[in-house]
């Protein structure tokens, strides 16, 4: 069966860090772009950084300068590493990817990871 696995999230001080990983499992040919969204309570889903299979990276600007978005091909795994938290970053955080099963790839979600930033 074929899904993506997140893990990592949970609570944190302001200023602290926190390291958000998500897997491909199952008979995967193939990875594609990777990615993260966020939601925070009552506001719409955002794209967070997104980073292609070769290496190109993008950020929303209010992550900028303190997420960095990276991935592991053989493990088919992405990670976003989150420095200087701030309260405004508590969201559920969704992994994105698209995956080479057969023939055109298919897009696939994650089940979400709750991030939450104290103050």
């Known amino acids: 069966q074929v899904q993506l696995v997140e893990s990592g999230g949970g609570l944190v001080q302001a200023g602290g860090s926190l390291r958000l990983s998500c897997a491909a499992a199952?008979?995967?040919?193939?990875?594609?772009?990777m990615g993260w969204h966020r939601q925070a309570p009552g506001k719409q889903r955002e794209l967070v950084a997104t980073i292609t299979s070769r290496d190109t990276t993008n950020y929303a600007d209010s992550v900028k300068g303190r997420f960095t978005i990276s991935r592991d091909n053989a493990k088919k795994t992405v990670y976003l590493q989150m420095n200087t938290l701030k309260p405004e970053d508590t969201a559920v955080y969704y992994c994105?990817?698209?995956?080479?099963?057969?023939?055109?790839?298919?897009?696939?979600w994650g089940q979400g990871t709750q991030v939450t930033v104290s103050s």
């Open positions: 199952g008979n995967i040919l193939g990875v594609g772009t």
């Open positions: 994105n990817a698209d995956l080479y099963i057969i023939g055109r790839p298919e897009n696939y």
